[in-house]
């Protein structure tokens, strides 16, 4: 349950393990988190040195922060996953806040889950580890039906009920604007003076240009993904490379001058309220307006002091945040995950959902979330609207287990990319008759695949997928099988082995 005061469950183990003179780490998914988490760490604990890591300080004040750390001189340390890799000394107790967020996975370079590792070592050092979430992984839960891992469940507020969650249907033909039982809601709370969060997952104006004339699309020439367009700078811009041109003035294909912008982001958002609510006070966060350090951190003071009416936001305000007189929250654009390849999807759009709708009535004002969809009897919303984890949590599993999805098995990912095509089908042929030759009971090999995004930033991108009912299997055939694909090693073809992957 969001709101429901797990931090300071935190807290009160945190006591007694200082108390015994013993170190505590403390993990967080984002930065973003940081600030917040820290500034009530030091007003909870203030006698203790507590230090931060991550990714957004200098060597050097990382190096001093670790130094601290491995002297035992300070006695918490927060962080994000790099601070898993941390020296403490007289390590005492773990906490991982929001357990469930996919940030935990390290997913270029060295890849790692800090979360596991965390697990790992809370098991070698014979000390607590707390996975805190509203709405665990589907590993964490199937863990504690195993009997793994005990599980403390938090029923109620403290700070009021449960925000109400309502779903506001509308046709296609409605497009993208807002409903007029939204809008009246939003008036509402506006008059009241409280404050109102519109949730679009997407950033930019935007999400594709086209051809009225010959259906062209506007696609990045380094990846095949179609551009973005982010209205303000003028300019088309890709999400996966970074590449970015100026906004044609007719067709590339036929030369229409009559090209249509598609699908929605944030600016597009922000642009409409301003218009339906000129009065209003309008703040758009998202990773183009928080690229300046300390941006997001200016901008959380500003929605503390209740200086701005209306928010716009991404998944960067979906978790973590208590903001007093937030009292609305309405969500768009969420039916584009009911259609996702991806077998975990709906649990990570179940998560999302949930872990936004728990922002508003964090104070003393009741809350209210409002979801607009064309899907309003999907499952996902209706686990979403009466709240019942779960049961939603038991129904995936048993999809899992028809399925023989994770967490029923483990899965290994070999991911393989090259600026040549059949330089990557080469690769993955090789990698899969050496994997078959391979004589380890328990262990699939499956057909090589194109990646879900099959070219990014020049390079072509496939897969092969590895999966077995047991990890002892998996451990005995990946020792062997990571030989062979390192003999393999070609300076014209990058690879990574990923174990248990987080998309496939």
């Not at 287990?401 to 029923?408: H, I, S, T």
């Given at each position: 349950m969001t709101g429901s005061g797990k931090t300071e469950v935190y807290f009160e183990v945190m006591a007694k393990t200082l108390r015994l003179g013993r170190q505590i780490m403390v993990?967080?998914?984002e930065i973003n988190l940081t600030p917040q988490f820290e500034s009530r760490l030091r007003s909870?604990?203030?006698?203790?040195?507590?230090?931060?890591?991550?990714?957004?300080?200098?060597?050097?004040?990382?190096?001093?922060?670790?130094?601290?750390?491995?002297?035992?001189?300070?006695?918490?340390?927060?962080g994000t996953r790099l601070a898993i890799f941390a020296s403490l000394p007289k390590l005492g107790l773990i906490v991982v806040d929001e357990e469930h967020d996919m940030s935990y996975k390290q997913v270029e370079g060295v890849r790692y889950n800090a979360r596991d590792l965390a697990i790992y070592?809370?098991?070698?050092?014979?000390?607590?580890?707390?996975?805190?979430?509203?709405?665990?992984?589907?590993?964490?839960?199937?863990?504690?039906?195993?009997?793994?891992?005990?599980?403390?469940k938090l029923n109620e507020r403290p700070h009021g009920p449960l925000p109400d969650i309502e779903l506001i249907s509308v046709d296609r033909a409605?497009?993208?604007?807002?409903?007029?039982?939204?809008?009246?809601?939003?008036?509402?709370?506006?008059?009241?003076?409280?404050?109102?969060?519109v949730f679009l997952n997407r950033r930019g104006y935007a999400s594709a240009l086209f051809c009225s004339s010959c259906n062209w699309a506007a696609m990045c020439g380094r990846c095949s993904a179609r551009l973005t367009i982010h209205k303000h700078s003028v300019q088309l811009r890709c999400h996966y490379c970074g590449y970015q041109s100026k906004v044609p003035d007719q067709c590339a294909e036929c030369g229409n001058h009559d090209l249509i912008d598609l699908g929605q982001g944030t600016q597009r958002i922000e642009d409409d309220l301003r218009v339906q609510f000129p009065e209003a006070s309008i703040l758009r966060i998202d990773s183009d307006t928080t690229k300046r350090k300390g941006a997001f951190k200016a901008m959380r003071g500003v929605i503390e002091n209740s200086d701005v009416d209306i928010i716009v936001g991404t998944q960067m305000l979906a978790k973590g945040h208590d903001f007093p007189n937030l009292s609305l929250v309405v969500v768009l654009g969420s039916d584009q995950s009911l259609f996702s390849a991806d077998f975990r999807a709906t649990e990570r759009l179940y998560q999302q959902l949930l872990q936004v709708s728990g922002r508003p009535g964090r104070g003393e004002k009741k809350?209210?979330?409002?979801?607009?969809?064309?899907?309003?009897?999907?499952?996902?919303?209706?686990?979403?609207?009466?709240?019942?984890?779960?049961?939603?949590?038991?129904?995936?599993?048993?999809?899992?287990?028809?399925?023989?999805?994770?967490?029923?098995?483990?899965?290994?990912?070999?991911?393989?990319?090259?600026?040549?095509?059949?330089?990557?089908?080469?690769?993955?042929?090789?990698?899969?008759?050496?994997?078959?030759?391979?004589?380890?009971?328990?262990?699939?090999?499956?057909?090589?695949?194109?990646?879900?995004?099959?070219?990014?930033?020049?390079?072509?991108?496939?897969?092969?997928?590895?999966?077995?009912?047991s990890r002892k299997s998996m451990r005995g055939f990946l020792r062997i099988w990571s030989i062979y694909i390192d003999a393999l090693r070609d300076g014209a073809v990058r690879h990574a082995l990923d174990v248990d992957p987080l998309d496939v």
């Open positions: 993990l967080v998914p909870r604990f203030p006698k203790y040195q507590i230090v931060t890591l991550n990714s957004s300080m200098s060597d050097k004040e990382r190096l001093q922060a670790w130094m601290l750390v491995r002297s035992g001189v300070a006695s918490i340390v927060l070592l809370a098991s070698e050092n014979n000390i607590p580890i707390i996975l805190g979430s509203a709405t665990p992984s589907l590993e964490t839960y199937f863990n504690f039906v195993q009997g793994k891992y005990k599980r403390l409605h497009g993208r604007a807002l409903a007029p039982e939204i809008l009246s809601a939003m008036q509402v709370c506006l008059s009241r003076g409280e404050q109102v969060l809350g209210r979330v409002m979801l607009q969809t064309e899907f309003a009897q999907h499952p996902v919303y209706q686990s979403l609207i009466h709240q019942t984890f779960d049961d939603f949590a038991q129904e995936l599993l048993l999809e899992r287990e028809e399925a023989a999805f994770p967490p029923l098995c483990y899965q290994a990912l070999l991911r393989v990319a090259a600026k040549q095509e059949s330089q990557v089908w080469k690769f993955l042929s090789l990698a899969q008759s050496e994997a078959i030759k391979i004589k380890v009971p328990g262990i699939e090999v499956y057909d090589a695949v194109p990646s879900p995004l099959f070219k990014m930033a020049g390079l072509y991108r496939g897969q092969l997928l590895i999966q077995s009912a």
